[in-house]
């Protein structure tokens, strides 16, 4: 059962534009969020995160999104750079006995055209 | 050397044989996962070792066998294996173990025939 979901596998966007990635989950119990971008042959860096009690975490050009309401992440960059063209991967935290446990989404490739 | 790096970047073999892969951090953190990655599929955490410790064994089959023999350096000992578990393997520290943060290497990709 795959508790964390990014349902676009790609997304093109004109370069200055807005780009918006999505990610869904479905456990109520996850209390931090991150994002990871993964360029062709690197392991994925991390992003940006945001921990439950917020809605909203802005570093430069990224911001992301929380509606716990909708179980829903979102990351926007603006203005989108060609250099932010990578795989987007979100993933989820949930505090269990034996410690924390990870999901990640399947990633969302962002093409950022010049 | 920087970061969290990994050996051999691909890997191609047969199901009787029996390789290895290693990853190596240079950044003092005193935890180390192993994910596997398949195609279309989200990341899968298999194990993790904190302070040389493992304390996550993700009900991944014995024929990966972990080696951890000190915190900078994380082995996968692998045989046997068959063909679905050709995939991309990440190796990742963390300050502590499951901490938010992880920092990743670039991956083995292994394709098992």
């Known amino acids: 059962d795959q508790q964390v979901k990014q349902n676009s596998p790609s997304l093109s966007v004109q370069e200055g534009r807005i780009s918006i990635l999505n990610c869904d989950y479905t456990?109520?119990?996850?209390?931090?969020f991150l994002w990871y971008k993964k360029y062709p042959a690197e392991g994925p860096t991390f992003l940006i995160s945001?921990?439950?009690?917020?809605d909203k975490n802005e570093d430069g050009r990224f911001t992301v999104f929380l509606n716990k309401s909708a179980k829903h992440l979102s990351l926007h960059i603006v203005p989108s750079q060609p250099g932010d063209s990578a795989v987007y991967f979100c993933a989820a935290k949930v505090k269990r006995h034996t410690g924390n446990q990870f999901y990640f989404g399947t990633g969302t490739s962002l093409t950022v055209i010049p | 050397e920087t970061g969290v790096t990994q050996t051999p970047r691909h890997l191609v073999m047969g199901m009787t044989n029996k390789k290895s892969l290693k990853c190596e951090q240079h950044?003092?953190?005193?935890?180390m996962y192993w994910y596997k990655q398949s195609a279309k599929k989200p990341l899968e955490l298999m194990f993790v070792?904190?302070?040389?410790?493992?304390?996550e064994n993700n009900s991944v089959p014995s024929r990966f066998s972990p080696e951890c023999p000190n915190s900078s350096h994380l082995f996968l000992h692998l045989h046997t294996l068959q063909p679905e578990d050709s995939a991309l393997y990440l190796c990742?520290?963390?300050?502590?173990?499951?901490?938010?943060?992880?920092?990743f290497g670039p991956g083995t990709r292994l394709l098992v025939l």
């Open positions: 990742a520290s963390s300050q502590e173990a499951l901490r938010e943060t992880q920092y």
């Open positions: 945001i921990s439950s009690i917020k």
């Open positions: 456990n109520s119990m996850f209390d931090y």
């Open positions: 070792y904190n302070f040389k410790e493992q304390t």
């Open positions: 950044l003092g953190h005193n935890a």
